[in-house]
């Protein structure tokens, strides 16, 4: 099975407003219909310089104090030329960092061409990186997945199978284990890079687990902070089924089996689900063998490895 986005995603700006703290300059503004659909961000010395061929005018434009002082050495007319130039473009928002307050032209074209011009103490560097990976993480593609998603020391490991086969049972023994749950019924989650699957739970059920028969449980209220988590990148998954026995199941694993999210190949365990099997403890089996395999240990392979040279090392038997 392949679990590709759902669709195209935007952010508003007020949300990149209150998340870095971004003080406003044009108060005429209105900003509720303002949306950003770009992770990068443009800096925009090449436009202060006269340059517009490839403008990426659809993208945040951040400002730091090289190219306002740039701009400055040169005179009203020329400044209020490339101003327009950059307003009439439609850019989303203008960021002036720094703590640098720019002269009353910016702030007459924000008014004038409904782009708000902000101001932040932030450096340029930290705060163009800081957020880049807030946007990227916004806007990744996304995939919603029924399942549970647990933190198994230091590995997420993504739990799926039919309703009912015992999914959060086993993520609330991994808890009470020491381990901790990041989502439990619906696991969102995000492509934040070509390697990095980061998933996490939606806003309105996190924290929660539900076990059939007690009902809704809070993780964080009832066993502490310690044993949750807001998001994990995921290593690899876990597919509860139900025995059969006319099913050849893998009991070596020298060959591992993957499931395709948003692109990419995930490593997928298939473990069949028998009366007394303790789920917990090959879930935390699982992750350990998983930390050993990446750290260049398999001990499959080196079982296989034993028997080979075992065979070839056995004298023919006398005729």
């Keep these: 099975m392949k679990y590709v986005s759902n669709g195209h995603y935007k952010v508003k700006l007020q949300k990149i407003v209150d998340k870095f703290r971004l003080r406003c ?34 993208r ?34 203008m960021i002036f960092t720094r703590g640098q307050v720019p002269n009353d032209l910016f702030i007459e074209m924000g ?53 009912g086969i015992g999914k959060s049972e086993a993520a609330l023994e991994l808890v009470k284990r020491g381990h901790r749950l990041v989502a439990d019924d619906v696991v969102e989650i ?10 996490r739970a939606p806003d309105v059920t996190r924290y929660f687990i539900e076990l059939r028969g007690i009902g809704i449980i ?45 692109g990419k190949e995930v490593v997928c365990h298939s473990i069949p689900i028998r009366p007394g099997r303790n789920l917990a403890i090959i879930v935390e089996t699982a992750a350990a063998n998983f930390r050993q395999k990446r750290m260049g240990y398999n001990a499959a392979q080196e079982l296989y490895d034993r028997v080979s040279r075992q065979m070839e090392n056995r004298e023919p038997d006398e005729d």
């Excluded at 340059?51 to 659809?58: A, K, L, P, T, V």
């Excluded at 951040?62 to 490339?82: C, P, Q, S, W």
Aim: aromatic share 10%; hydrophobic share 35%.
């Design 111 to 163: 008014n004038e061409y409904g782009v708000p011009v902000y101001s932040t103490p932030d450096s340029t560097s930290s705060l163009l990186s800081e957020m880049n990976r807030f946007l990227k993480t916004e806007l990744a593609p996304r995939v919603t997945i029924h399942g549970v998603l647990v933190d198994v020391f230091g590995e997420g490991v993504l739990i799926t199978g039919e309703s």
């Design 60 to 93: 945040i434009q951040l400002v730091g104090k090289v190219e306002y002082n740039y701009l400055k050495t040169h005179d009203e007319a020329y400044i209020r030329e490339m101003t327009t130039r950059i307003f009439k473009a439609g850019i989303p928002c």
């Design 190 to 199: 995000r492509r934040t890079n070509d390697d990095v699957l980061v998933g």
């Design 25 to 58: 300059l044009t108060r005429d503004v209105n900003i509720d219909h303002i949306y950003i659909h770009q992770s990068d961000i443009n800096r925009p010395a090449l436009q202060f310089a006269g340059y517009f061929e490839q403008f990426d005018y659809n």
């Design 218 to 262: 809070n993780v964080k209220t009832l066993f502490g902070v310690q044993s949750v988590l807001d998001s994990q990148n995921i290593s690899f998954m876990i597919k509860l089924e139900e025995w059969n026995k006319d099913r050849e199941y893998d009991r070596l694993g020298l060959e591992e089996k993957f499931e395709e999210i948003l």
